[in-house]
């Protein structure tokens, strides 16, 4: 027994160590597959994001060079009756979801303008919010006064002395890259920009630009000055001629296009950089590009507050995904986090990313990260949450099913030797004692005519003894395969408990016992087996005999008494009893509270087991229990009726 739970111990933890490997590896899997499932939908967000921004700047950078001041001349009106037309930047932007401040434009000369002012003296209906506007917008982009300058060093130096710390997020990926490597396209408009023609017209816009200045300061009025420009757009071609003079204009810096723009009647070359983003105290997030126009360079473009605008791009992408229900997401410079919407309460030192990568220029010094506290479980985990409970359970349960159906296999095996010592032992003891008296008989050793009697009852009496211990053994084998038949009938008990306690008292007093009967004046009608029933008695009190054959008190009671709806017949004695722990094990076969090398009492240990058999057969029910005042008490409860 020792022998076969160390096997199954062993068995046990080699097959528990390979299932929990199993079961961790799935878990994993499981684990690897939720973060690729967030990661890959965090990237979709991410390619909305820059798909969003790209078409954005490509709509910003499709605006031509006048829209950036409040009047502007169309690029459709070409012809000599055209009119200056409001810029459609003019007014300003309120409550704009993308977080617009305003557009800027600096002149060569550093001169700050904005589509919202007019350069002529006309007073506006809101001219003061205008000027703060303007005003907020100059203070905003001071560092770009550097951006003018040729040189680099002077626009850095610039830079660094501005009132607002200001930080270029734009880097290009190479120097010598084309502008299709930009995340937005920078389309060529009109590619033979530097032809001299196109110089002059810039020449004749500029000049016009001044009349037009000069027409508002004195005029006053916005009709006469349209008039005005009317009557000038035919003095302006004939400057025709002597423009082909003029030289052409050189070649622009590296990844910088050409767009057309008007300049009076005609069109100027503009050689246009991509878009450039410089960040201004952490808040606003300033996009501009350089223009070269008759050699000289201008600075225009757009002041984005970053937090509506990182909103802005979360809600058309991040938000519209399950992500915000655990996960934030992040616009992260230099390790710090500037724009933040999702999940609230991811600490620091708490999160994990989940996805994290660069967005493309001119905003590829940020980088958008998404991270979580804790990725909610797929559907399939709770499958697996099933499946592992089942098979830790089948697993558990079988091997310990198993377990036990050996270890009473081989408990019923031990059993199963000692019931054939035992009978082999009960066999040749009649047998002997048969042979024995036999051949004194046959022999003529006694001539004692009381003697020879006395042998004979000897031999009578191991005849019946074997005859009884065979029958046991049949009965037992009839009773394990079900096939003993009950002759059942319904009466009252009172004559044949009488007709047994005659039996049982010649049987214990033979033994020296005193028999002592307890009956209920009243007895109700059961259905029962007599022949079983007597049998059933004759073995209990049989085992009184045998185990009480050395106690103090030789005595032996049967009852018959009714309790509730139940009529209980019971065999109490004074011997030894059983001990507590054994109790529920008195019914197996072959069992016996002896050991079978030691024992001092004759038996098989089936006795027992065929009562328990037998009763159950009747449909009532026998369970044992020790008295306080000592001895085992072996009752048989039967239901009335």
């Known amino acids: ?50 798909a969003a921004i790209s078409e954005y700047l490509e709509k910003e950078d499709g605006r031509s060079f006048s829209e950036y001041r409040y009047y502007f001349i169309p690029e459709t009106q070409v012809s000599a009756g055209y009119a200056l037309n409001v810029s459609p930047l003019s007014e300003p932007p309120e409550n704009d979801a993308r977080g617009l401040v305003g557009y800027f434009q600096i002149g060569p000369d550093g001169s700050f303008h904005t589509p919202y002012l007019p350069d002529a003296p006309i007073v506006l209906a809101d001219q003061n919010e205008r000027k703060f506007l303007q005003s907020r917008l100059k203070d905003i982009t001071l560092s770009l006064q550097g951006a003018v300058k040729t ?3 002077q626009d850095k130096e610039l830079t660094n002395r501005g009132a607002r ?17 930009y995340l937005y396209p920078n389309p060529l408009r009109k590619k033979n920009a530097g032809s001299s023609a196109s110089v002059a017209m810039a020449k004749r816009a500029e000049e016009q630009k001044d009349q037009e200045a000069m027409i508002r300061e004195s005029s006053g009025s916005e009709r006469d000055y349209q008039q005005q420009m009317k009557s000038n757009v035919a003095q302006v ?43 201004v105290d952490g808040q606003y997030l300033v996009f501009y590009r350089r223009l070269w126009l008759r050699e000289q360079l201008y600075v225009q473009g757009f002041v984005l507050d970053l937090k509506p605008f990182f909103e802005w791009l979360a809600g058309n992408s991040f938000m519209n995904t399950d992500l915000p229900g655990f996960a934030t997401a992040s616009l992260v410079l230099e390790n710090t986090a500037l724009a933040t919407t999702g999940f609230p309460g991811t600490a620091l030192s708490e999160k994990t990313d989940l996805f994290r990568r660069g967005l493309g220029y001119p905003l590829n010094q940020f980088v958008y990260e998404v991270t979580y506290l804790a990725l909610p479980n797929l559907s399939a985990r709770g499958l697996l949450h099933v ?19 050996a270890a009473a296999q081989v408990l019923l095996s031990q059993k199963r030797q000692d019931f054939v010592s035992a009978v082999t032992h009960e066999l040749k003891t009649p047998l002997t004692s ?19 009697k006395e042998y004979f009852g000897l031999i009578s009496s191991e005849s019946s003894r074997l005859a009884r211990l065979i029958e046991n053994v049949l009965q037992l084998s009839r009773l394990e395969k079900k096939n003993y038949r009950y002759q059942l009938t319904t009466k009252n008990p009172r ?31 059961i259905s029962y087996d007599a022949d079983v029933l007597k049998q059933i008695m004759y073995t209990l009190t049989d085992n009184s005999i045998k185990f009480s054959q050395n106690a103090l008190q030789k005595h032996i009671t049967m009852t018959l008494v009714v309790k509730g709806q139940s009529l209980i017949w019971s065999l109490a004695d004074k011997g030894p009893g059983v001990p507590h722990n054994e109790l529920g094990k008195v019914f197996a076969k072959f069992y016996r509270v002896e050991n079978e090398l030691t024992r001092q009492t004759k038996g098989t240990g089936i006795g027992l087991a065929m009562a328990k058999m037998l009763v159950h057969g009747m449909g009532a029910k026998i369970f ?5 005042s000592g001895g085992l008490k072996v009752s048989v409860a039967m239901m009335c009726g």
């Open 1 to 50: 027994m020792k022998k076969l739970r160390i096997q199954f111990i062993i068995f046990f933890v080699t097959l528990s160590a390979v299932l929990a490997f199993i079961l961790w590896h799935s878990y994993r899997q499981m684990d690897q597959e939720e973060f690729r499932l967030w990661q890959g939908e965090a990237e979709k967000t991410f390619n909305q994001m820059q």
């Open 151 to 153: 040189s680099h060093a």
């Open 165 to 181: 710390k200001a930080v270029d997020v734009s880097v290009l990926p190479h120097k010598t890259a084309a502008p299709e490597s």
């Open 237 to 279: 071609k004939t400057f025709e001629k002597q423009d082909a003079a003029r030289p052409s204009l050189p070649e622009p810096p590296s990844g910088v296009v050409g767009t057309l723009v008007v300049m009076g009647d005609e069109k100027a070359s503009v050689l246009t950089d991509p878009f450039r983003a410089r960040l």
């Open 387 to 405: 499946l592992t409970f089942f098979i830790v359970f089948l697993v558990t349960g079988g091997l310990l099913v198993i377990y036990r159906s």
């Open 434 to 452: 048969i042979r024995l008296y036999s051949e004194m008989l046959t022999e003529g050793w006694t001539k004692d005519a009381a003697k020879q």
């Open 495 to 525: 004559e044949d408990f009488l007709i047994m306690a005659g039996e049982l008292t010649t049987l214990a007093q033979k033994h020296g016992f005193v028999f002592e009967t307890v009956l209920d004046d009243s007895l109700p009608m």
């Open 624 to 628: 044992a229990e020790n008295q306080s």
